[in-house]
């Protein structure tokens, strides 16, 4: 289907601005042409040859095209986030007065919950026992973080001073910048303390990252993923090992054996009860009726409960 300039040209200038001006990545410049070259076929299949002629109808019916052709919501999101993208730089450019897909909400998409690994699963991802440092730091990350609900970005972001070992505790600075201390025991405190010892055959100068590369710099998400991913087929684990999978599992588990969802939402370092509940399986239902149990002025005669 061929496509006149007057729809093509304004989308060729807002890629050159995102590349040049804020930075656009490959990989979203991609998606952004794959999300609006469809929409211009859409455009262009209803006779709409021009920009400023995209009103928010037009835009519902382009979220409604894409459910019918079987998208899922977090895909129409895309679609959406890309044509407003453009918009917002049709308005910048003067072009139009205003942004058409601003009012047009994106379908909601339900929170899904990670897998999380049962006991038997984490002891055998854990039976790490070569003395290779490579090794010896990897276990102790996979430790760490299932010891103490660590998010990856937690994890690699820890340097060395904010571990105190003695008492078992970790400073954390965890999304928003917000601090934390959060303990760890066990065999996580002694393969970290197997780490400690070990870490300068890694350090190539200055590094105050606990975590490093066997470059001997801070080491990085991607490697981070890509090890425990590895250690998951080595240790002929049949689920698929990532960090989230991990600090999924902590909760899980620490909710399972305490009960005690404050406590875990302390130690996850949630800012909403709500992100701790879906990381453990409970539901509002189960929540109401502790809370009817429990609460002193909640609590119905029995009366009321025939």
Do not use: C
């Amino acid at each position: 289907m061929s496509h006149p300039a007057s729809l093509t040209e304004p989308l060729e200038l807002f890629f050159d601005y995102m590349i040049r001006e804020r930075g656009l990545s490959s990989f979203t410049e991609k998606n952004y042409r794959q999300q609006l070259d469809v929409i211009v076929d859409f455009m262009v299949s209803h006779e709409v040859t021009r920009w400023d002629q995209l009103d928010a109808s037009w835009v519902r019916q382009i979220t409604s095209q894409a459910k019918r052709d079987g998208l899922k919501p977090g895909s129409i999101s895309l679609r959406l986030s890309a044509l407003r993208s453009f918009l917002d730089f049709l308005v910048l450019r003067g072009t139009l007065n205003a942004n058409p897909a601003k009012g047009v909400s994106a379908p909601k998409q339900g929170r899904t919950l990670p897998k999380n690994l049962d006991v038997d699963e984490i002891n055998q991802l854990m039976s790490v026992d070569e003395d290779d440092p490579l090794a010896i730091r990897d276990r102790a990350m996979m430790e760490l973080m299932y010891g103490a609900g660590l998010r990856l970005s937690e994890l690699i972001n820890l340097d060395v001073k904010d571990v105190a070992m003695r008492k078992g505790d970790l400073r954390v600075i965890g999304k928003g910048d917000k601090e934390r201390v959060v303990p760890f025991a066990g065999q996580a405190k002694e393969w970290l303390f197997n780490w400690m010892r070990i870490r300068s055959q890694l350090l190539k100068g200055p590094e105050n990252a606990l975590f490093l590369s066997k470059l001997g710099n801070r080491i990085s998400a991607r490697a981070v993923q890509k090890r425990m991913a590895e250690w998951g087929q080595k240790q002929a684990v049949n689920s698929h090992i990532n960090p989230h999978k991990l600090r999924h599992s902590f909760a899980t588990h620490m909710l399972e054996s305490s009960g005690d969802l404050r406590a875990v939402q302390e130690l996850l370092g949630h800012a909403d009860l709500s992100t701790t509940q879906v990381y453990t399986h409970l539901d509002f239902q189960h929540l109401a009726k502790v809370y009817d149990a429990a609460h002193p002025r909640a609590r119905r005669r029995k009366s009321e409960r025939k």
